[in-house]
């Protein structure tokens, strides 16, 4: 069984449809990757699939249950944690408080003890910044802290929106060795990206997003030798 | 008229004003502080449902209102009763029964006339708010009538000088009480769960849903917790001015939203910092206002300063004092 499985997944904005019937599996363990232009529709699916807009049609089923018209904190209880386009970071709080949130549903003192160290030795700059507000972080720290606050919650899907835009180049390069770190650790991983490039570089399959739905979709590496994805995202 | 005689009296009131004298200016100051500390529980709660939802509840100060009315009916039928119980008691007695009551009410006023309109453009709302506002000052009236329904006088009458001034024991106890529950709302609010998952929410309802936070229980308890010290509140108002009525909920609330402004709106602290200002300006402003003015405006004119200071902040500084983001809707 597929830790996740969207059916027909559709999703409209008032009468515009903004993904219109999308098939897509991912395997435990797995990192894939979602890319397409802007526009295609790539946020609006992770939107919707985390309960933050409602589902149009078609099913979600995350470990073989139906959550597809679930509301979003009952979605994110059970293990799956989205990183919003834009970081979504509460600015008025501390670096602390913010890690703090992504535990807000556990009740496990310890291992939440456990996961900070974690997140702590992934990003030391959190460690340094505990207790400053989260809104005078840059903008790469934001990401980290953002993707760390995802990690407090212990979750078994992580969903990443664009982790890498607008971040200076040393960076990208840092947010893209710690989501190869943190799969590694077993995290499963859906990984939405403009840089499609460095984003098939650490998966291991793709999915092509066009107007709303699926393009194309097959392993990574093939994904990238593929003449059609190299002239229309690797820029080639 | 035109005698030399008159202009010269009329004169010499302008020349010479009453020189300021410390022991009367004390005593506003202790007035005003007591009055503000009641209008900054109020405004909290103003503030604190601003500060999660965008939305004036105009309904708040009604709730006062209730809280007043109920706890009245409970103090005076323990009175009626003749039970031998400390009067300090008894108001305790009132206040705890107002408190769950309007926490009840406050509950129920989020889920009826907010809650399905959350998604509504935003007068919808403030509509229905008004809506609330009559029904609840009309629902008071067929309860309890329209005449002033006194306190009864079950409190200490103790007062003590101070250079001059007097403070009284019941104006020691609202300030203390409401310096008391002030600290503990900022505690709930800075290091509880609770506390943190309200402040998430105000910043983004969306991200902190996405940290498995349920909004609106969130946003119940806040409108709860409003209510909660507009309860207490109203018992204090009656129990300093010695009397409760259907429609004093009105003038409160417009005071207290004030105050909220003055602080800048969505900001706690400003709550509490606008209400204990406007209070002193209003207790200022009452006093001398005549001497200002030559006699042309009397004590009487006390509620203009509300209304006064809110139309100078909006004009001036519509953030408030602490605000950051400018009231710019609602
Ligand atoms: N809040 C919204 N209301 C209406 N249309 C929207 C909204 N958000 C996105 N859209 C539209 O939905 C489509 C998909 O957008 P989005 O999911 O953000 O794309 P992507 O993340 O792939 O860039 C776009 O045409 C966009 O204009
Ligand atoms: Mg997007």
């Known amino acids: ?236 | 008229m035109d005698s030399a005689g008159d202009r010269k009296a009329v004169g010499a009131r302008f020349i010479a004003p009453a020189p300021l004298r410390m022991d009367i200016f004390l005593q506003q100051l202790i007035n005003g502080l007591v009055l503000g500390s009641v209008y900054a529980l109020v405004a909290l709660g103003y503030t604190m449902v601003y500060g999660i939802l965008e939305l004036i509840n105009f309904a708040h100060g009604e709730i006062t209102m209730i809280g007043a009315m109920v706890s009245l009916a409970v103090i005076s039928a323990l009175v009626g009763t003749g039970v031998d119980m400390p009067g300090v008691l008894i108001a305790l007695t009132g206040v705890l029964t107002a408190v769950p009551v309007c926490m009840a009410l406050g509950y129920g006023i989020e889920r009826v006339a907010y809650r399905p309109l959350r998604h509504a453009p935003r007068l919808a709302p403030l509509i229905t708010a008004i809506g609330v506002s009559i029904v609840l000052q009309n629902g008071a009236m067929l309860i309890w009538g329209r005449q002033y329904i006194p306190f009864p006088p079950i409190l200490p009458t103790g007062a003590h000088d101070i250079g001059g001034a007097t403070i009284s024991d019941v104006q020691i106890f609202i300030v203390m009480l409401s310096m008391s529950l002030m600290a503990a709302l900022m505690l709930l609010v800075q290091k509880t769960k609770l506390g943190r998952a309200m402040r998430a929410t105000a910043q983004s309802p969306q991200v902190a849903s996405l940290m498995g936070v349920n909004v609106n229980n969130v946003i119940s308890a806040t409108f709860m917790l409003g209510s909660a010290l507009a309860a207490v509140a109203g018992v204090m108002v009656s129990a300093y001015y010695g009397l409760a009525h259907y429609y004093m909920g009105f003038l409160l609330g417009l005071k207290a939203f004030s105050a909220a402004v003055l602080g800048g709106i969505g900001n706690l602290a400003g709550a509490m910092l606008g209400g204990l200002l406007l209070g002193v300006i209003e207790s200022l402003g009452a006093g001398y206002i005549g001497d200002l003015t030559g006699g042309f405006l009397g004590s009487h004119y006390q509620d203009v300063f509300a209304f006064f200071v809110l139309i100078l902040v909006l004009v001036f500084r519509p953030s408030g004092l602490l605000g950051e983001r400018v009231v710019d809707r609602a």
């Open chain 1, 1 to 236: 069984m597929s830790l996740l499985e969207l059916k027909q997944f559709a999703v409209s904005y008032g009468g515009i449809k903004a993904v219109k019937g999308v098939d897509l599996q991912i395997e435990r363990g797995e990192l894939v990757c979602l890319i397409g232009a802007n526009g295609a529709g790539k946020s609006t699916l992770l939107k919707a699939l985390c309960g933050l807009l409602p589902v149009a049609h078609g099913s979600v089923l995350y470990d073989g249950k139906a959550i597809t018209h679930q509301p979003a904190h009952l979605i994110a209880r059970c293990g799956l944690a989205l990183v919003p386009e834009g970081r979504g970071i509460f600015g008025r709080m501390s670096v602390g408080e913010n890690l703090d949130m992504g535990g807000y549903s556990r009740t496990d003192r310890a291992g939440i003890k456990n996961d900070l160290e974690r997140v702590f030795a992934l990003f030391p700059r959190l460690a340094e910044r505990c207790k400053q507000q989260a809104g005078t972080l840059s903008g790469g720290e934001q990401q980290m802290l953002a993707m760390g606050r995802a990690l407090m919650s212990q979750p078994r899907l992580l969903l990443l929106d664009e982790p890498s835009m607008g971040l200076a180049p040393l960076m990208v390069e840092k947010i893209f060795t710690t989501i190869r770190a943190i799969a590694q650790e077993g995290v499963t991983i859906l990984l939405v990206e403009q840089n499609a490039k460095r984003a098939l570089e650490i998966s291991q399959r793709g999915y092509v997003m066009e107007s709303g739905t699926i393009a194309l979709t097959d392993a990574a590496e093939k994904l990238l030798t593929n003449a059609q994805v190299r002239h229309a995202y690797l820029g080639e």
